[in-house]
């Protein structure tokens, strides 16, 4: 008898604002996991192993006082945020 570990995929949409000299790495790094759906904006669904490869690639990658990387997690209806970085402005309310 085969224990197969089921694979969980959460739902989400990451957002980066960082320097010039970094957009197209960041670009490229988002693009492996996740669908480029407007500037710096990406949707998609991924395992938590690949978040954590995702997580680690960014951090190799952004200057932590300088650029904002921001991940939206979406778990039935629970939305989570995650800032890595500055976070550039807080809003007040958010849908």
Do not use: W
């Amino acid at each position: 008898m085969c224990n197969f570990k089921k694979i969980i995929e959460m739902y989400y949409i990451a957002v980066y604002d960082v320097g010039e000299k970094r957009v197209g790495k960041m670009l490229k790094i988002f693009r492996k996991y996740l669908h480029h759906i407007q500037n710096s904006v990406f949707e998609g669904e991924l395992t938590d192993a690949d978040f954590l490869r995702l997580k680690i690639e960014v951090k190799k990658l952004y200057k932590p006082n300088e650029d904002s990387v921001i991940f939206f997690s979406l778990t039935g209806k629970y939305l989570q945020k995650e800032v890595l970085g500055e976070e550039k402005r807080s809003p007040s309310n958010f849908i």
